[in-house]
């Protein structure tokens, strides 16, 4: 196989270019160069997907057999189209890594491939789209779902669709998993979101690389939803964590109706945590059925450790302040449970 793989070589990107090379296939990754590395021994061409003066020169500098991109998160639906009809002649496939966030109904419902998504042209631009009231359809979303329109209508049964929600392991730049470590890491009374019950289901970067590169390597195109098959709950997910590191630490569980008296902002400063009922119900069988296979959500913890233990930073990114309750805060919160 020759793949081209859009976007730098830091956590997705990094992932999918290992385990490419791991199957000895010849690898292309086109990039800014600005953030990650990507490793000496494959082909890089610099270039702005941006421009399309860069994309025409990508076009003409080789041909693959599937493009997996991993670098549109923040790209309009025009952009992306962009980039698919500039590629279309030198490439045969395209993997597209999309979000949950497409669904009409996340995150209030469970959730299908075939649950209806929001609508978007497939030549939008930036500005399209809005966020509701509850956080819920987000701009974001809006805006995935174009760049998926843009994609499908461009290399039609020959476009792949990776829907997954969250991504933690190794290389995590979001923060969600690296602040729950060091806060475990730090010990003492650990605020949390009850039920300790509650599942989550994200899934290991290296998993959803995977599963990208068995995708391009297949015929025929479609969508997966891309979440682990057996969840974890938020207690055994907090107890793995202060187990890996060694934090003398304890949680607290707190009634979501107390953090929201406190102002505790969901998903953000309490990370992983959502009271809508759909967050963590996405259905993932269709991409088990065609192979995705998810390591225990203990080994994505462990390994994680290991890696910041090891000096392990992420690129900077502004997504990674947002994560985590200030020690003040939590400590407010957490002496008003105490009387």
């Not at 962009?82 to 597209?96: F, G, M, N, Y």
């Not at 497939?122 to 974001?140: C, M, V």
């Not at 390591?295 to 462990?302: A, E, F, M, V, Y």
């Not at 000096?311 to 985590?324: I, L, M, N, S, Y």
């Amino acid at each position: 196989m020759r793949i081209l793989v859009l976007g730098d070589g830091w956590f997705l990107g990094k992932a999918v270019i290992e385990g490419a090379l791991a199957r000895g296939w010849d690898v292309t990754a086109f990039n800014r160069g600005r953030s990650g590395a990507v490793p000496e021994d494959i082909e890089t061409v610099r270039g702005d997907r941006t421009s399309g003066t860069d994309l025409k020169r990508l076009a003409q500098s080789g041909s693959w057999d599937a493009v997996i991109d991993t670098s549109s998160g923040e790209m309009s639906p025009r952009t992306v189209l962009t980039a698919a009809e500039a590629l279309r002649p030198a490439v045969e496939r395209w993997v597209h890594v999309s979000t949950v966030s497409v669904y009409q109904g996340w995150p209030h419902q469970t959730l299908t491939e075939d649950s209806a998504r929001l609508d978007a042209p497939a030549d939008a631009d930036e500005s399209f789209g809005y966020t509701g009231p509850d956080g819920s359809p987000t701009k974001y979303g809006f805006q995935k779902a174009g760049a998926e329109k843009a994609v499908l209508q461009t290399f039609g049964r020959e476009a792949v669709v990776l829907r997954p929600g969250v991504i933690l392991g190794p290389g995590e730049y979001v923060g969600r998993l690296p602040w729950w470590l060091r806060r475990a890491e730090r010990g003492g009374a650990i605020l949390a979101a009850a039920p300790s019950l509650r599942p989550i289901q994200p899934v290991d970067v290296r998993d959803v690389a995977a599963f990208a590169l068995d995708q391009a390597a297949q015929d025929g195109g479609g969508a997966f939803n891309v979440a682990h098959p057996a969840p974890l709950s938020i207690g055994e997910f907090l107890a793995h964590c202060l187990a890996v590191t060694g934090g003398a630490g304890h949680v607290v569980w707190a009634d979501p109706a107390v953090l929201a008296e406190h102002g505790v902002r969901q998903w953000t400063e309490m990370p992983l945590w959502r009271t809508a009922s759909g967050v963590w119900s996405v259905d993932a069988s269709r991409a088990v059925a065609a192979g995705l296979s998810c390591r225990p959500l203990t080994t994505t913890i462990s390994d994680t450790w290991e890696w910041l233990k090891a000096d392990g930073r992420p690129v900077d990114h502004p997504r990674a302040a947002e994560h985590g309750i200030a020690p003040a805060k939590e400590s407010a919160v957490l002496a008003a449970l105490a009387h």
